[in-house]
């Protein structure tokens, strides 16, 4: 069966040190992965887009990887900050021009 | 720009009343989604509208209905609420072009959280 699992529901890391949070999945073969942010009681927020041709993509503090080999996506936060604290959610292409999203990871970035 | 609005904000409903939700963006943007979030399940697709007078279910269509007014608005309706529809909906848009080069890329409203008892 189709399934996308994110490293853990919950990430604890010390402020200035780099976050990488985990996304992996099986069954899919999406030409696109993105990442967003949801902070409680929003909606989530785009990051990132990275396609299947594109091994590593950047923006500012932010690093994603995709491995189509693996069927895994890393999202790399550096520097990291409490303000940095919240949820991540990653989405793949599914069918159509839809996207299917993780249950995410709750990133808290301690200071 | 406003972005993608919801309304309402809150709701309570008992088992088996109806409500439609409204959604609207101002971005002109041809997609737009209906999804529901659960704790631990993440977003899931309920349906969504490629453009304008066309409407497709998702993953998780059943007790509900949408309509794609115009380029601008999709409402969902719930015609006999059920607890098992408890959950926070959010309503994305998207576009479909290559400039800038984010295709795909969503844009989601503040969410309605909605309660049936």
């Known amino acids: 069966s189709q399934k996308i699992e994110q490293n853990s529901e919950a990430l604890n890391i010390q402020e200035g040190k780099t976050a990488t949070l985990t996304c992996n999945y099986t069954?899919?073969?999406?030409?696109?992965l993105q990442w967003y942010r949801q902070d409680p009681g929003r909606g989530p927020v785009f990051l990132l887009l990275?396609?299947?041709?594109?091994k590593e993509k950047r923006k500012e503090r932010l690093k994603v990887t995709f491995d189509t080999t693996l069927k895994q996506s890393l999202f790399h936060i550096t520097a990291s900050q409490p303000a940095d604290s919240a949820t991540y959610l990653c989405?793949?292409?599914?069918?159509?021009?839809?996207?299917?999203f993780g249950p995410g990871t709750r990133l808290s970035v301690l200071p | 720009n406003a972005g993608v609005t919801q309304t309402p904000k809150f709701q309570v409903l008992k088992t088996g009343q109806s409500m439609t939700l409204q959604c609207a963006q101002d971005?002109?943007?041809?997609?737009m989604y209906w999804y529901r979030q659960d704790p631990g399940m993440g977003l899931r697709l309920i349906y969504y509208?490629?453009?304008?007078?066309?409407?497709d279910k998702g993953e998780v269509p059943n007790g509900y209905n949408v309509s794609r007014l115009n380029k601008r608005e999709f409402s969902l309706r719930l015609e006999s609420a059920a607890p098992s529809q408890t959950s926070v909906y959010f309503c994305?848009?998207?576009?479909?072009?290559?400039?800038?080069?984010?295709?795909?890329?969503?844009?989601f409203g503040p969410g309605t959280r909605l309660t049936v008892t």
């Open positions: 971005m002109n943007h041809n997609s």
């Open positions: 990275i396609r299947e041709n594109e």
């Open positions: 509208s490629a453009s304008e007078g066309t409407t």
């Open positions: 069954n899919y073969s999406p030409a696109y």
């Open positions: 989405a793949l292409e599914g069918y159509g021009q839809n996207f299917v």
């Open positions: 994305a848009s998207s576009v479909m072009g290559s400039s800038p080069p984010t295709p795909y890329e969503q844009y």
